[in-house]
């Protein structure tokens, strides 16, 4: 593991020998003197200390593999009648708009990192006959909430009305965040599971929390 600094009261953490959301979690359990908060990517860690207190020698005597913080596996009901690109990503993909809803939902899926706005989680990976739809040429100004996307080998939710350039599949009824109750209940490491469900389900389900 590497260590580089990112400021005066921040680290990167580089060339990690497990999982990024492992050594996160493995620091923040640790309750380091001076740590403000370890942020997992898809392959660093984003360290936040107070450098008056914080050592950084007191890292080197974690074990990161094997972490102890619980996961959870989130089931997240999805209405794909309502992807505006769903049709087109299936035509670019040479698929049915069928076959795009099946691959979708027949995959487990890894928070690897939360960020973009608050909430929201990048998920991975796509199976292989999903992966390479690109990002739009141009953004959609706003993108409702609930919105799942895909692009590249990812997928997400945009929990909240954001611009994005994601291709949108489908929309989940769901709310995921709730900024003023700091209701955030998707955390880097959990899975995610996505199961189709019709419109009129779609609409008993609106606002319900994950």
Request: hydrophobic share 40%; charged share 20%; net charge negative.
């Amino acid at each position: 593991m590497k260590a580089e600094p990112l400021g005066d009261s921040a680290l990167i953490l580089r060339d990690l020998d497990c999982p990024a959301y492992e050594v996160a979690d493995a620091i923040q359990m640790a309750s380091l003197p001076g740590l403000l908060e370890a942020v997992a990517s898809y392959e660093s860690v984003g360290l936040y200390f107070d450098p008056a207190v914080f050592a950084i020698e007191t890292l080197w005597s974690l074990d990161f593999a094997g972490s102890k913080q619980q996961h959870f596996v989130h089931t997240i009901p999805v209405c794909y009648e309502l992807g505006d690109d769903l049709q087109e990503v299936a035509t670019t993909l040479g698929l049915t708009a069928d076959d795009v809803i099946g691959l979708h939902a027949s995959t487990s899926y890894r928070c690897f990192a939360v960020g973009f706005c608050p909430g929201f989680a990048y998920l991975g990976y796509l199976p292989d006959k999903l992966v390479g739809i690109a990002r739009r040429p141009t953004p959609r100004v706003r993108v409702p909430p609930g919105s799942v996307a895909i692009t590249g080998r990812q997928t997400g939710v945009y929990p909240l009305e954001r611009p994005g350039g994601w291709a949108i599949i489908g929309r989940t009824p769901f709310c995921l965040v709730d900024v003023e109750s700091a209701y955030f209940p998707i955390k880097a490491g959990d899975e995610l599971r996505f199961v189709p469900i019709k419109l009129n389900e779609f609409e008993s389900l609106k606002g319900m929390r994950l």
